[in-house]
């Protein structure tokens, strides 16, 4: 990727396309040269779902209600422009224009997850609201307490709603990845119908039962508790 100054000092050119630098700010810092690259409304949630492999239109449409369709378009092709989105087509048989993350939109996930570190500290977060399937998965990633993942290497199923998640817990790591008809003998399968519904139990720490019964789980309950327990938010910040 090429960053080349024009004569005026005022936009940059990334692989041949002007990208305006200082649209907004007039500022030669970095932080303020992401948010016109990500600071439009929406731009980072259609990143965020994408995070975890290339969507058709339709399914960000889909993840995002309250998003427009010509709102949506406007923001894919200027995350397309400034190198972060790229388009490619899925091979038969289900054959489809999609649009997914380069090498450098993916390195986002440590600054979505910085951020959201950051912000579920305050005391005005509302864990009530609406929550994507793939904003969850993100979260665990996110969440998870490495210093307990000692020892351990699981297969985990997530199933919410009618979309699959494959999850690998090696080393210390969960990688995630989606799975179109769901996993097949893992060592732990939660399925829910909403994203939500995972939240009292793996963060509220409390029962399913307690949680209204809406989250399945299979698999040794000992185990179960114990991969649970490897998640928590941080501390509320104190005014």
């Known amino acids: 990727m090429k960053l080349q100054k024009d004569t005026k000092g005022s936009k940059s050119a990334m692989d041949g396309a002007e990208t305006p630098h200082g649209r907004w700010y007039d500022d030669a810092c970095g932080a303020a040269f992401a948010m016109e690259l990500i600071g439009e409304r929406w731009s980072l949630l259609i990143v965020r779902e994408m995070m975890l492999g290339a969507r058709r239109f339709s399914e960000l ?3 995002l209600p309250n998003l427009s369709a010509k709102v949506l378009t406007e923001r894919l ?3 397309e422009a400034t190198g972060i989105v790229e388009r490619s087509w899925r091979k038969p048989p289900v054959a489809a224009q999609v649009y997914g993350l380069t090498e450098w939109g993916r390195a986002l996930e440590p600054v979505l997850q910085e951020l959201g570190r950051w912000a579920v500290r ?6 009530a609201l609406p929550l994507t399937p793939v904003a969850l998965m993100l979260s665990l990633r996110t969440m998870l307490d490495t210093n307990k993942t000692e020892g351990m290497e699981l297969w985990i199923a ?12 090696r080393e210390g790591d969960l990688a995630i990845h989606p799975v179109g008809e769901g996993m097949a003998s893992p060592d732990l399968r939660f399925t829910a119908p909403e994203a939500v519904d995972f939240l009292p139990v793996f963060y509220g720490k ?3 039962e307690e949680a209204g019964g809406r989250l399945a789980i ?4 000992a185990l179960a508790r114990r991969f649970i327990d490897l998640f928590s938010l941080p501390a509320k910040c104190t005014a």
């Open 206 to 208: 409390v029962s399913p």
């Open 122 to 127: 305050s005391p005005l977060h509302d864990p």
């Open 77 to 79: 092709e200027t995350l």
């Open 61 to 63: 449409r889909a993840a």
């Open 218 to 221: 299979e698999g040794d309950p």
């Open 158 to 169: 997530f199933d919410v709603g009618d979309q699959h998640f494959a999850g690998r817990l």
